[in-house]
């Protein structure tokens, strides 16, 4: 019979989380000499970090915000007016200005919460998208063309917001695009 202890897991669940996930076998790493080594998912969500420098991160997630305020004025006001989304839909670019000034000043905390906020908006287009594609349709085209690119523009917002809060996580790039400590201890050496 197998007891479990507070915050021990048995089972499937053990297996697939600790080894297969995390690579953490049972008693992997008894001796404190060794490092353990980088968890499997933490890998896989780093990589994309290196495809662009953190000002590049912060370019996208600009270009992304700037683009949804831009599709959520023009989209009940050009893409479909009289549709089923009438004008004071407009109101959903409203929430979108609050991390516009953090944004522009490249601000680590900003890109941490204005990510959180682009997933109604993500859940938004994917309804409009859905509306078009399940009869009975309750959606146009121009809507399921509009909640499109409203997903693009959130998609991009969320990558530039997170990568760009993943890669400043050590600290401030200085001019070469190393986190400032490192500098300073060039210099002693």
């Known amino acids: 019979m197998v007891s479990i202890l507070p915050g021990q897991f048995s089972g499937p669940i053990y297996y697939f989380f600790n080894i297969f996930l995390f690579r953490n076998a049972p008693n992997a790493h008894a001796d404190k000499t060794s490092r353990p080594k980088e968890p499997v998912m933490r890998q896989l969500l780093a990589r994309p970090a290196t495809l662009l420098t953190p000002s590049g991160w912060n370019l996208l997630a600009l270009a992304g915000l700037l683009g949804l305020l831009a599709n959520s004025l023009a989209w009940p006001l050009w893409y479909s007016p009289g549709g089923p989304y009438p004008e004071w839909m407009m109101l959903k670019a ?4 609050l991390p516009l000034r953090g944004l522009l000043h490249a601000r680590r905390r900003t890109h941490q919460w204005a990510s959180f906020l682009t997933l109604p908006y993500i859940a938004g287009s994917i309804g409009a998208v859905y509306g078009f594609l399940v009869p009975p349709q ?3 085209g121009i809507d399921a063309l509009g909640g499109g690119i409203q997903l693009v523009f959130a998609a991009a917002m969320l990558a530039g917001c997170t990568y760009y809060a993943y ?6 790039p200085a001019a070469g695009g190393e986190p400032a400590g490192e500098e300073e201890e060039d210099r002693e050496a």
């Open 138 to 140: 309750f959606t146009s």
């Open 167 to 172: 890669t400043m996580a050590g600290g401030e």
């Open 94 to 97: 409203v929430p979108l200005l």
